[in-house]
């Protein structure tokens, strides 16, 4: 009995200390890009891969990913995903408006696609595809509120600009 609580007393304490082990610097990195009152939820990390978990008070989701490459930290890849979904069977926005949106949320927006996708039977969302000097970018815009209802952004990093 005094051994098994010893033991469940260690595996909890090796617990919490694992994980506080979010370097500031990561957790830092992520929020830089994610908006204030999102609430840190948990990361994990694997194969040199954080990946750190966020939720606002709209219940949207925020997955930051960052890869470790020897000292340096690079911005990978962010999800991000509400709790609105991105289909209707009303659009009220034409492609223009899709545009004057996209411009207005991301003014330094280039080589940009939209296209509108048909799903479940009478049900449409718009699909855009565009890039910036930062990163590529993949979103859902409900084409009645032209909310964006699933955004994915991937980093670009040099790798060849690290040292050995």
Known sequence: MKKNLCLA??????GIAFADRLPKNVLEMAREKIPADAQFKNYSFRDNEYELNFVDNAKSTYKVEIDKIG??????????????????????????????????KFPDVANFKIEMEYDRGDRMK???????????????????????????????FDYSSLKN
């Open 9 to 14: 007393v260690f595996v909890l304490l090796t």
């Open 71 to 104: 000292n340096n930290l690079a911005l990978k890849e962010i999800k991000i995903e509400s709790r609105s979904s991105a289909e209707s069977k009303n659009i009220k926005l034409e492609l223009e408006d899709v545009e004057s949106l996209l411009r207005e």
């Open 126 to 156: 718009y699909e855009v595809e565009f890039s910036t000097d930062e990163y590529e970018a993949e979103i859902e815009v409900n084409p009645s509120s032209g909310e964006f209802c699933k955004q994915k952004f991937d980093y670009y």
